[in-house]
Antibody, heavy 124, light 111 residues
Framework: EVQLVESGGGLVQPGGSLRLSCAAS????????MSWVRQAPGKGLEWVSG????????YYADSVKGRFTISRDNSKNTLFVQMNSLRAEDTAVYYC?????????????????WGQGTLVTVSS | QSALTQPASVSGSPGQSITISCTGT?????????VSWYQQHPGKAPKLMIY???NRPSGISNRFSGSKSGNTASLTISGLQAEDEADYYC???????????FGGGTKLTVL
């Protein structure tokens, strides 16, 4: 069974940093691109970032470009996102999700499955 | 403002059919057959229901179907059941720098 488990969320002050992790199991992790998708309280879904299976290609939404860095450790089946210069508008539940293909922009055509999410709150 | 436009809410009675629309542009929905749909119950993670416009993942009921015409994709749920009550989101690949766009979500109420 494919399983994704996020961790690392919490309360952080504006301008601060946080690193989220997503532990994957039940599939050959390096064969698939992965993504982070967030959902602000009471709001809709927003794709944040994606990374190819090998980790060599990374993609970002304009809203986080230059502040967030996605990475992966295929030897440990773990996905990461380093979030710097956090703002109040970054407050959300952050989900990691498995994508259908290994690489290319079309690798993010759909998301299945999703982890349970981890809450990030940016507030003073 | 979400990139894809969905109705805020739809409703139907048990056994009926409903359709949720998802309107984009010629840069996303209209250009590619890469529309997906997600079901989200309160406090839960989203679940993939439809991918590549019309395809159902293994284990998803055939009561769920997808289609597309021009810049508008649609999700139809037939034989409504109480457990279908949830939020539904569409998503599409886009040629813009955003890569992926979502709709604002539609709350389905089963009366």
């Amino acid at each position: 069974e494919v399983q994704l488990v996020e961790s690392g969320g919490g309360l952080v002050q504006p301008g601060g940093s946080l690193r989220l992790s997503c532990a994957a199991s039940g599939f050959t992790f390096s064969n698939y691109a992965m993504s982070w998708v967030r959902q602000a309280p009471g709001k809709g879904l927003e794709w944040v970032s994606g990374i190819s299976g090998g980790g060599g290609s990374t993609y970002y939404a304009d809203s986080v470009k230059g502040r967030f860095t996605i990475s992966r450790d295929n030897s440990k089946n773990t996905l990461f996102v380093q979030m710097n210069s956090l703002r109040a508008e970054d407050t959300a539940v952050y989900y990691c999700a498995k994508n259908p293909y290994t690489s290319g922009r079309g690798a993010f055509n759909w998301f299945d499955p999703w982890g349970q999410g981890t809450l990030v709150t940016v507030s003073s | 403002q979400s990139a894809l436009t969905q109705p805020a809410s739809v409703s139907g009675s048990p056994g009926q059919s409903i359709t949720i629309s998802c309107t984009g542009t010629s840069s996303d929905v209209g250009a590619y057959n890469y529309v997906s749909w997600y079901q989200q119950h309160p406090g839960k993670a989203p679940k993939l229901m439809i991918y590549d416009v019309t395809n159902r993942p293994s284990g998803i009921s055939n009561r769920f179907s997808g289609s597309k015409s021009g810049n508008t994709a649609s999700l139809t749920i037939s034989g409504l059941q109480a457990e279908d009550e949830a939020d539904y989101y569409c998503s599409s690949y886009t040629s813009s720098s955003t890569y992926v766009v979502f709709g604002g979500g539609t709350k389905l109420t089963v009366l």
